[in-house]
């Protein structure tokens, strides 16, 4: 289960984090350090049996019947990944806790940056398409979230929300993308649709596949055209662009072609797509770092060059490319991680990011000046360092891939982009740390301590090594990846720093002569540069953006009138087409031949006092008291009905949901005026009349036509059938939906929640405003009772609490075998608490409530989703049941099922939204009864 603590370890980071907020920053950190550490550590121990050629796999089967398992592999390409998202994550954490104030909110900080970690991990470690893609979009959440962290600058705030634009928009893609490789491969699993290339590339399917996960990947990668959101990120902390824009989560597209290689390279398409646009990146993005003078500016640029450099080996579609791109993985994740931090400490220490602002700090700042300089040679490609090595690679495949027929086009433009590369490094070097000394807005910046140092010198040292023992620290590893991106036999791997005399050698001097004469040349290129002519992407992008929000605007202007008749009319007559249209298929109102029930005096008694109360609320509509008491009426007989048709369990929940509904409207008649205004006209009304005339007929032929239609293959005879035997209840009921269907009811569960969460968004400014000028004219008109609180009404409603709560209790326990459960036994708590509301008032009864809504929502929904993991931990599939019998003396035998846990969550929420209802209700009438007192205090 090593697989399942790698990626569950950083959550349970994240929640403790959370929940140590108020605690020291030292807690904090230890607890961010610890885990990151704590899972390299395991990802190490795991490491010598991956690359001895054994796939680590573990698998719990979730969803079964849309195949979607959590089933997590570690294999060498997913060591790799996962390892620099570990290692350079512990780095990043202790570099943090140098870097940020002390006022910083470091508990949100490492918490998002948990999650962001554990996101991470998991898309390395996904054995499932469909698990990859939940933990792909947690990417792009939590990336928004670190992006933004500091919530008080407007570019924070910019940079987040187009990076979750067009990462988001890229992932809505590549969901789309994978549902149809899984559809084409017949399976979800990566390990058998790696292995059926030739089947998906034979599908109709592929090129849209292709075209789908190349927007999820290029987006995810920062790849020309969707650029543009990596260097607005840039307003991010320095340690979040340090380890998500450097290391992992631009990464994560560059992984997700390598994990894909298999299935999708090989074609023509692939070549063309894929190597064009690394090309083109890898040279836009090294043109625009060259030119630009913020430090993190000119590395995120550098990153994109970087990384489409990646992606243009990946596209050529060869075992060496693919392994040189694995390689240079390894060595950008040091440098550039080690530069980003560098570039942090200078504006640290200085107070400033812009070079022309900064110079000759070697001899103030000679620890981060070496380092810095060692890393920016890195990304140079100069030797002896670990970037001369993935450079010359790159060189060596780009010179034996031909073009659209043209063998130089290619080569060229690598030697290109690799002089850029060049320039803009030694620039970031020799701008910063010589020439005459500027300091920014700091008399004399100095080396800070060992927590902003250690971490980059660490990076540093790594990228060294690379260079001078490149087979030993990275060879294995980087072979058994290749092979696992290949599918096949790994491709022979000799990394050195001298490969003798042969065409990448006389690229790279020319590429470093060149690099050098153009940073000679630098301040003559700049100055003859368009000033603002070029088109600017994220003009572009705001642009776009403007212009759909408008269109939108207009849109909703036109169609969403702020009236609620007219949206009940349009909701309604959509009702009624798409059942006119559901009878046009064959057979599809045509009745059947079942035998019809007799119908008893009493039902037709039941039958008329329905149809009586039903048109007595409408005719009585204004008189809202009145029409309360029919309504009473149309549940009462509607559970009758139930009780009838032997539905007891249908009949109990009706009865508690119609009385809870009755009371929460009674309180609502506080807040409404007494007479309300006639808002339809006689038109209206006809319209409105014959519309419900259609739908009341539509509907009753059509459950007519169903009922007298024979009974085949029912889904209920299996529940019937093993309700005690797979569920240990004899209620199907209430097995079905806390075993059999827990996951649909865990989905309402979590509905009803958010239903009450609006109600409170809802009422919460109810009593403020026009709103509140409302509940003041209304309460003029509304009668007050001499006798607020009638002493045999308090009384009564004090004695039925205990032993409405009891009855409560006794539902919740008898509901796996008898008529009851969770839903109910919640509703039956509420009807006992609102009854203190009606007889005692508001103000009483709220004095002595000790537990809040949100925390009883909030604990519900937890509650059902850890009884869904705990059956997972035990290797059964998300939310199975268990159940055991048991003998107490006294007692006797009884039975405890898991289901009992689900239950509870159920009933947590339910009591959650139905208080929540009633809170809300009772604070805007207490808020509009002192408003109105404030006020006739003013106007006396």
């Known amino acids: ?112 940056l ?57 992932g809505l893609a590549l969901i789309a993308g994978l549902l149809l490789l899984g559809q084409a491969a017949g399976s979800y699993e990566l390990a058998t649709i790696l292995m059926r290339a030739d089947i998906v590339q034979a599908s109709p399917l592929y090129p849209a596949i292709l075209l789908l996960v190349l927007l999820g990947a290029f987006t995810k990668s920062a790849q020309f055209p969707f650029h543009f959101w990596l260097p607005h990120a840039m307003a991010a902390p320095t340690p979040v662009s340090a380890y998500l824009h450097s290391a992992t989560m631009v990464k994560a597209g560059v992984f997700l072609l390598a994990r894909l290689w298999p299935v999708l390279a090989g074609s023509d398409y692939w070549f063309y797509l894929v190597t064009t646009t690394g090309l083109v990146t890898m040279l836009f993005g090294a043109g625009v770092a060259l030119f630009r003078h913020d430090l993190k500016a000119i590395l995120a640029y550098s990153t994109i060059s970087q990384l489409g450099l990646m992606v243009m080996l990946l596209g050529f579609g060869t075992g060496a490319a693919a392994t040189a791109a694995l390689f240079h993985m390894l060595n950008h994740a040091a440098f550039k991680a080690a530069l980003f931090m560098n570039a942090g400490i200078v504006d640290h220490e200085t107070g400033t990011r812009d070079l022309r602002r900064l110079g000759g700090l070697a001899a103030l700042m000679p620890v981060t000046a070496t380092f810095g300089t060692l890393a920016a040679a890195a990304m140079a490609g100069l030797p002896p360092l670990g970037g001369f090595i993935s450079k010359e690679m790159m060189l060596e495949e780009s010179a034996h891939i031909a073009f659209a027929g043209q063998a130089l086009l290619v080569p060229v433009l690598a030697t290109l982009a690799a002089t850029l590369s060049v320039a803009y490094s030694l620039r970031y070097a020799l701008a910063l740390f010589c020439g005459p000394t500027r300091t920014g807005a700091v008399a004399r910046p100095h080396d800070p301590g060992l927590a902003m140092l250690g971490p980059p010198v660490v990076l540093v040292a790594i990228a060294i090594l690379l260079g001078l023992l490149p087979m030993t620290i990275a060879g294995p590893l980087v072979t058994a990846a290749g092979g696992a991106v290949t599918g096949g036999t790994a491709p022979v791997l000799h990394l050195a720093l001298w490969h003798g005399v042969n065409p990448a050698l006389a690229m790279s001097i020319t590429a470093v002569v060149a690099g050098a004469l153009l940073l000679w040349r630098h301040r003559a290129l700049a100055a003859i540069l368009p000033a603002g002519g070029l088109p600017d992407a994220k003009r572009m992008f705001d642009a776009t953006m403007a212009a759909v929000v408008t269109h939108v605007r207009r849109a909703m202007l036109a169609v969403h009138v702020a009236s609620l008749q007219r949206y009940l009319f349009m909701l309604f007559a959509v009702a009624v087409l798409l059942g006119i249209d559901g009878t046009m298929t064959p057979g599809g109102m045509a009745t059947g031949t079942r035998t019809t029930l007799p119908a008893s005096p009493v039902a037709i008694v039941a039958w008329f006092a329905l149809i009586a109360a039903t048109l007595a609320v409408v005719v009585a509509h204004r008189h809202r008291f009145l029409v ?38 009674l309180l609502a008649l506080h807040l409404l005026p007494k007479t309300p205004r006639r808002l339809s006209g006689t038109p209206r009304r006809l319209r409105d009349g014959a519309l419900g005339i259609v739908a009341g007929i539509g509907t009753g032929w059509t459950a007519w036509a169903i009922m007298t239609r024979p009974v085949r293959d029912s889904v209920s005879a299996y529940h019937w059938a093993n309700s005690y035997s797979g569920g240990g209840g004899t209620n199907v009921v209430n097995v079905t939906l806390v075993d059999f269907r827990a996951f649909d009811t865990m989905g309402e569960i979590i509905v009803l929640g958010i239903a009450g969460l609006a109600i409170y968004a809802l009422l919460e400014p109810a009593a403020r405003g026009a709103a509140g000028r409302r509940l003041r004219a209304w309460r003029k008109d509304m009668p007050h009772s001499p006798e607020r609180h009638p002493m045999m009404f308090v009384m009564a409603t004090r004695l039925l609490l205990p032993l409405g709560l009891l ?84 007692i006797g035998e009884f039975e405890l099922a898991t289901a009992m846990l689900f239950d509870t969550g159920v009933a947590c929420v339910v009591m959650g939204a139905v208080m929540m209802a009633l809170q809300q209700l009772s604070h805007v009438a207490q808020r509009a009864a002192r408003a109105s007192d404030r006020h006739d205090e003013d106007a006396a």
């Open 1 to 112: 289960m090593i697989l399942f603590v790698l990626t569950i370890l950083p959550f349970l980071a994240a929640g403790a984090l959370a929940a140590c907020a108020r605690a020291g920053r030292g807690v904090q950190f230890a607890i961010a350090i610890g885990t990151s550490v704590a899972g390299f550590v395991l990802l190490a121990a795991a490491a010598p049996t991956v690359l001895a050629g054994t796939v680590i796999v573990n698998r719990i089967a979730w969803i079964p019947a849309i195949g979607l398992d959590l089933g997590l592999w570690l294999d060498p390409l997913g060591l790799l990944f996962a390892g620099l998202i570990l290692g350079i994550g512990s780095l990043v954490t202790v570099y943090a806790q140098g870097y940020l104030a002390k006022d910083e909110a470091t508990g949100r900080f490492l918490a998002c």
């Open 114 to 170: 948990m999650l962001f970690q554990g996101a991470m991990v998991g898309i390395a470690l996904s054995n499932n398409v469909l698990l990859m893609l939940l933990f792909w979009e947690m990417t792009s959440l939590s990336s928004f979230l670190l992006i933004g962290f500091w919530r008080d600058r407007a570019d924070a705030r910019q940079g987040a929300r187009m990076a979750l634009a067009v990462t988001g928009g890229g």
């Open 628 to 665: 309360l008491v029919f309504i009473s009426v149309i549940g009462l007989v509607m559970a009758l009905l139930f009780v009838r048709l032997s539905a007891p369990d249908l009949a109990l929940t009706q009865i508690a949901v119609e009385v809870v509904t009755i009371l929460l409207l």
């Open 807 to 890: 009855v409560g209790i006794y539902i919740f326990l008898r509901g796996h075998n008898q008529p009851g459960g969770g839903f109910v036994a919640a509703l039956l708590f509420a009807i006992a608490i609102l009854l203190q509301y009606l007889a005692s008032g508001f103000d009483w009864t709220d004095e002595r409530r000790r537990i809040g809504e949100h925390p009883l929502i909030a604990s519900g929904v937890l509650i059902a989703v850890a009884t869904g993991l705990g059956s997972l931990a035990f290797g059964a599939p998300f939310l199975s049941s268990s159940f055991g019998y048991f003998h107490l003396p006294l």
